[in-house]
């Protein structure tokens, strides 16, 4: 059984930092693709990036260049999140996710097989 649990949030004044973290169990990441979503309330779950195993490479949605930065560590099977100069729009609940292998966008939240419980990050102003 594969379980995703993400640790890390709280609450922030804006400008401030804030690295969210991943443990995932009962399935290594080495080979998959992992991603954080973000959702708030009344409105449908974002992605805000993604890091790709086969390339190495990280993506993120446009407004989070920049200031947010993935990372994983495979051989901790974690994957991170360090969100740097908050805004209060990032006020959200944030989640990992694990990508299906057979996906057809990695933007939408049903091409993901797993996901974590969510870790509210809630940014002042």
């Known amino acids: 059984q594969v379980r995703l649990i993400e640790s890390g949030g709280g609450m922030v004044q804006a400008g401030g930092s804030l690295k969210l973290s991943c443990a995932a169990s009962?399935?290594?990441?080495?080979?998959?693709?992992m991603a954080w979503f973000r959702q708030t309330h009344g409105k449908e779950r974002e992605v805000v990036g993604l890091?790709?195993?086969?390339?190495?490479?990280?993506y993120y949605a446009d407004s989070k260049k920049g200031r947010f930065t993935i990372s994983r560590d495979n051989a901790k099977n974690t994957v991170s999140l360090q969100m740097n100069s908050l805004k209060p729009d990032d006020t959200a609940i944030y989640y990992c996710?694990?990508?299906?292998?057979?996906?057809?966008?990695?933007?939408?939240?049903?091409?993901?097989?797993?996901w974590g419980q969510g870790t509210q990050v809630l940014v002042s102003s």
């Open positions: 996710a694990m990508l299906k292998s057979t996906y057809r966008n990695y933007e939408d939240p049903v091409d993901y097989e797993y």
């Open positions: 009962g399935r290594t990441i080495s080979r998959e693709t």
């Open positions: 890091s790709n195993w086969s390339s190495g490479a990280a």
